[in-house]
């Protein structure tokens, strides 16, 4: 190899080094930066698989999805309840399952099959259960509004002013 040649090959790979070190720390920077799911629920693990079997019990998952996931059979625009936590507190969601006419709480827009059921009937200690569980889920402060946007135009069919 002659001496110009050599030269041009050690650019050649000194730039392939470079530019393969650059990617990698391009790569590592998303990584750093993705802020990942934003939902997470402070009961125990063992509270949670408690409540989860009301919650498939009381077919909760008919027309609300959690942890993203729904029945999918059904298409109800019930809001979801991921983050409910970080807007409604225990006491609230303990009186509104409570509640003989949810509607006369949160009025609905929907057909009556489509509403959000009275749970006035079931046991107090499952109710508690429940309201104790969905006040658990909260969401991260950086997605608290995006969050309350999706819920409020469920909830009334309009857009969200913030
Ligand atoms: C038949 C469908 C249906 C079922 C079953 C149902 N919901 Fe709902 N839920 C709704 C709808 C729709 C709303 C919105 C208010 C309305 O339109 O009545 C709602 C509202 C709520 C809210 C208030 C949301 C907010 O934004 O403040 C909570 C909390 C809730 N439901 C929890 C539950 C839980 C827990 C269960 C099971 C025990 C359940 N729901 C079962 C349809 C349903």
Redesign the pocket.
């Known amino acids: 190899m002659r001496k110009g040649e050599k030269g041009i090959l050690i650019g050649v790979v000194a730039f392939a080094v470079v530019a393969m070190s650059y990617k990698a720390w391009q790569a590592s920077e998303v990584t750093e930066k993705d802020p990942g799911i934003p939902f997470y629920t402070t009961s125990s693990d063992e509270f949670a698989t408690k409540a989860s079997v009301?919650?498939r019990k009381?077919?909760?998952r008919?027309?609300?999805s959690l942890w993203g996931l729904r029945n999918i059979m059904q298409a109800?625009?019930?809001?979801s309840?991921d983050g409910?936590g970080s807007?409604?507190e225990e006491e609230w969601?303990y009186s509104?399952?409570s509640a003989e006419n949810?509607?006369s709480i949160?009025?609905?827009?929907?057909k009556l099959?489509?509403?959000?059921?009275s749970?006035a009937k079931i046991p107090e200690t499952d109710r508690r259960m429940?309201a104790k569980y969905?006040s658990s889920l909260k969401v991260e402060d950086w997605f608290l509004e995006e969050t309350k946007k999706m819920?409020y135009e469920?909830?009334t069919g309009k857009d969200y002013q913030k």
């Open positions: 009301l919650y009381y077919e909760c008919d027309c609300h109800v625009p019930a809001p309840l409910m807007i409604r969601l509104y399952f949810p509607q949160i009025p609905s827009r929907l099959r489509y509403q959000m059921p749970f429940l969905i819920r469920k909830l």
